[in-house]
Structure formats: structure tokens, C-alpha cells
């Protein structure tokens, strides 16, 4: 009888950012008592293609396809800055593909798996950094490389283009940055010792590709969501039903939470004012900073209510990723996976985390700053 109560505990407890949505939709629809309005609040688009990516995501996990394919790329490199290096850049460039939080949980497993394997786990922390950096703003490239992005990309019906024309300047500074901080890693002789076989099924592995580019075309608009899902929903259904199983729903739900909480926001005259009153005086630094306490999931949803200028708003809920180890959801994935294998270096961990992010963010902000100010 107390092992449901428990798992439940555990399963909030485990998802503290969709339990902290989910209170403060509850007390705000309060303050606002659910009406016909509620309706308008939520997204389905973004929800439906953030379901279909995540659903072929896993299905590509299941078959060990991104794993694969990095020990593949990691084994051409035979030096510690090297192979870190490439783990790095895989991480990146995994993220414009299938977002910053399926990136980690694809790739930091094999970070550790490399590091491990050749008796360097002493690089493990600052690799974990690095590669969490990497996510949080190698993503912010493409409408689906961050959650906040596709939220945005569909919220304000942005041009593929003039987003991604918006983003490209800030993604070839943090290129730049990761680059030049991973030149400091040693260049000592590294062997990965690897002896899995597992070979991709050709059929399989062709077909979730095929879905995959069908979930991309739905991002960009060139099929209708409600179709795309299907074919999805279905194929999955026939396919592998575990990859519907491991769909990460705790964030689909946050997504829900916080539609309700920022709609009913947006309907309070008092918070509507302040919030428009300082977004008018700098929407990238307020953006930015409110990522630094409330995520930038919920920070892009929230805000997208009181502002038009999604320029600004779509550059500070990305680069505001990075800082605090709350400003991402991502964030929370590499501290978890990080605590798994190394339970007692939290506090070294936290404070090299926020240098790094820190630095990251500052340098960021006064570059995007300036290019605004052009």
C-alpha cells in the first residue's frame, strides 16, 4: 500500500521543473478560475511536433544509433583534446538535430563510457560542462535544437530564415568559445578500448530516419502537424512501442503547466504591467536573467505574453541557458548524470558549472548586445 505513495513522490520529486509547473498553473487557475479562454492557452503544434521528434528520438536510442555513430567518429582521434574535442562538437551539433536535452542523454553516457574506458575520469566534470554547454547552445541554431525555440518558432509564426538569421551570430560566438577552451585539454595519448559489435538493423534504422526527416518537415511546416503525428503515433505503434514508453511526457506536461500559468499571467493586470514595463526597457537582459530562476522553457513561455519582439526574447531565452543550474532543464540532466557516477564531487562540480556558464553568458550577452545595438 505505501509503495504507490512513494513512486509518486518520486516520480515529482525526479521532475522537479514540470512539479514546480504544475503548482503554479494549479494556483494560478485560482486567482483565474478556468473559463472558454483556458482553450486558447494551449499550443498544439508545438506540442505535436515536440512529441514527434522525442518519439523518433527514442526509437533511434533504442537501436543504439547515435551511440554508434559517435564511437565510430570518437575512434578516429587518438588524444585526450581530440577525442574530448569531438565528444564536444557531437554534443553540438546533436542538438540542432535532436534537441539539447535527447543530445545529453544520448552522448553524456558515452562521455563517461570514454573516459572510463581509457582512465581518465579526472576529466570528467569539466567534460560534463562542456558538453552540457555544448546542447544548451549548439540548439539554439534551429527551431527544434531547444524546447523554448519551437515554442517561440510557432507562438509568433517566425520565417525559417529570419530565425535562423537571428541565432547565427550568437551560435558562431559559443562555436568559437567551446573551441578555443577545449584547445586546453591535454594532448596525452588516449586509447578507447571498445569491444561492442552491435550492428544498426538496415531496415529499421532506414525507416526512423525516414520518420525523423518527416518530424523535421513538420517543424518547418511543410506538412500539416495533425497528419505528421499520425504517421508518427502509428508507425511507433507497429514499430516500437517502447520508444512511445520512453517519450519524456514530465516535459510535455510542463509544457501544458506552463501554457495555463502564463495564460492566466497574461490575464492579471498587475503582472501584465510589470512584466511589459521591463521587458519595454530590455527584453534580451530580462529574458536572459529570468531564465536564471525559472528556467528557459517556462521564461519564453511566460514572457512571449507581454512582449512583440521576439528578436530579442528568442536570443535571451538561449543564451540564457547557460548560468545558474536551474536555467536549463538540460542542465538538471548533466548535474543527475554527473552525481550517478561521481555521488561525492557535487560541490566542485556546481562551482566549476557556474564558472563556465557564467563566462559563457556574460561574454553572450554583451556580444548579442552589441550586435542589437547595430
Given at each position: 500500500?505505501?509503495?504507490?505513495?512513494?513512486?509518486?513522490?518520486?516520480?515529482?520529486?525526479?521532475?522537479?521543473?514540470?512539479?514546480?509547473?504544475?503548482?503554479?498553473?494549479?494556483?494560478?487557475?485560482?486567482?483565474?478560475?478556468?473559463?472558454?479562454?483556458?482553450?486558447?492557452?494551449?499550443?498544439?503544434?508545438?506540442?505535436?511536433?515536440?512529441?514527434?521528434?522525442?518519439?523518433?528520438?527514442?526509437?533511434?536510442?533504442?537501436?543504439?544509433?547515435?551511440?554508434?555513430?559517435?564511437?565510430?567518429?570518437?575512434?578516429?582521434?587518438?588524444?585526450?583534446?581530440?577525442?574530448?574535442?569531438?565528444?564536444?562538437?557531437?554534443?553540438?551539433?546533436g542538438s540542432m538535430l535532436i534537441a539539447n536535452d535527447m543530445a545529453l542523454l544520448t552522448f553524456l553516457p558515452l562521455g563517461f563510457f570514454v573516459l572510463d574506458s581509457t582512465g581518465m575520469r579526472k576529466y570528467m566534470a569539466v567534460t560534463f560542462i562542456m558538453q552540457n554547454i555544448a546542447a544548451n547552445l549548439g540548439g539554439m541554431l534551429t527551431p527544434f535544437g531547444n524546447p523554448q525555440n519551437l515554442f517561440l518558432y510557432s507562438r509568433f509564426d517566425i520565417p525559417t530564415w529570419d530565425f535562423m538569421k537571428v541565432m547565427f551570430p550568437p551560435f558562431v560566438v559559443a562555436i568559437i568559445l567551446?573551441?578555443?577552451?577545449?584547445?586546453?585539454?591535454?594532448?596525452?595519448?588516449?586509447?578507447?578500448?571498445?569491444?561492442?559489435?552491435?550492428?544498426?538493423?538496415?531496415?529499421?534504422?532506414?525507416?526512423?530516419?525516414?520518420?525523423?526527416?518527416?518530424?523535421?518537415?513538420?517543424?518547418?511546416?511543410?506538412?500539416?502537424?495533425?497528419?505528421?503525428?499520425?504517421?508518427?503515433?502509428?508507425?511507433?505503434?507497429?514499430l516500437d512501442r517502447d520508444a512511445l514508453r520512453k517519450v519524456d511526457y514530465p516535459l510535455l506536461l510542463t509544457f501544458t503547466c506552463f501554457f495555463i500559468f502564463s495564460g492566466n499571467m497574461g490575464r492579471i493586470d498587475a503582472v501584465r504591467n510589470?512584466?511589459?514595463?521591463?521587458?519595454?526597457?530590455?527584453?534580451?537582459?530580462?529574458?536572459?536573467?529570468?531564465?536564471?530562476?525559472?528556467?528557459?522553457?517556462?521564461?519564453?513561455?511566460?514572457?512571449?505574453?507581454?512582449?512583440?519582439?521576439?528578436?530579442?526574447?528568442l536570443v535571451g531565452v538561449n543564451i540564457g541557458g547557460a548560468?545558474?543550474?536551474?536555467?536549463?532543464?538540460?542542465?538538471?540532466?548533466?548535474?543527475s548524470e554527473y552525481q550517478l557516477h561521481n555521488p561525492h564531487g557535487a560541490k566542485k562540480y556546481i562551482a566549476l558549472f557556474s564558472a563556465f556558464n557564467f563566462g559563457f553568458l556574460i561574454v553572450l550577452y554583451l556580444f548579442s548586445h552589441?550586435?542589437?545595438g547595430l
Open positions: 500500500m505505501l509503495r504507490l505513495p512513494i513512486r509518486i513522490y518520486a516520480f515529482f520529486r525526479g521532475n522537479m521543473v514540470m512539479s514546480i509547473a504544475m503548482i503554479a498553473a494549479i494556483v494560478t487557475s485560482i486567482i483565474v478560475p478556468p473559463d472558454k479562454t483556458y482553450l486558447g492557452y494551449f499550443d498544439l503544434k508545438t506540442l505535436a511536433c515536440l512529441f514527434s521528434v522525442l518519439a523518433v528520438v527514442c526509437a533511434l536510442r533504442n537501436i543504439k544509433f547515435f551511440t554508434i555513430l559517435a564511437r565510430k567518429i570518437v575512434q578516429c582521434f587518438g588524444t585526450v583534446r581530440m577525442t574530448l574535442l569531438a565528444l564536444i562538437y557531437i554534443t553540438f551539433i567551446i573551441t578555443v577552451i577545449c584547445l586546453f585539454f591535454p594532448n596525452e595519448k588516449m586509447k578507447i578500448k571498445d569491444s561492442d559489435d552491435t550492428k544498426l538493423p538496415f531496415w529499421r534504422t532506414f525507416i526512423y530516419l525516414v520518420l525523423f526527416a518527416l518530424s523535421v518537415a513538420i517543424v518547418f511546416r511543410t506538412i500539416p502537424y495533425q497528419l505528421g503525428l499520425v504517421i508518427i503515433l502509428v508507425s511507433m505503434l507497429f510589470f512584466f511589459s514595463a521591463f521587458l519595454e526597457l530590455d527584453t534580451l537582459l530580462f529574458s536572459a536573467i529570468s531564465c536564471q530562476v525559472i528556467s528557459n522553457v517556462p521564461s519564453a513561455i511566460l514572457l512571449s505574453q507581454f512582449t512583440d519582439n521576439w528578436q530579442s526574447l548560468g545558474t543550474l536551474i536555467a536549463s532543464l538540460a542542465s538538471l540532466i548533466t548535474f552589441f550586435v542589437q
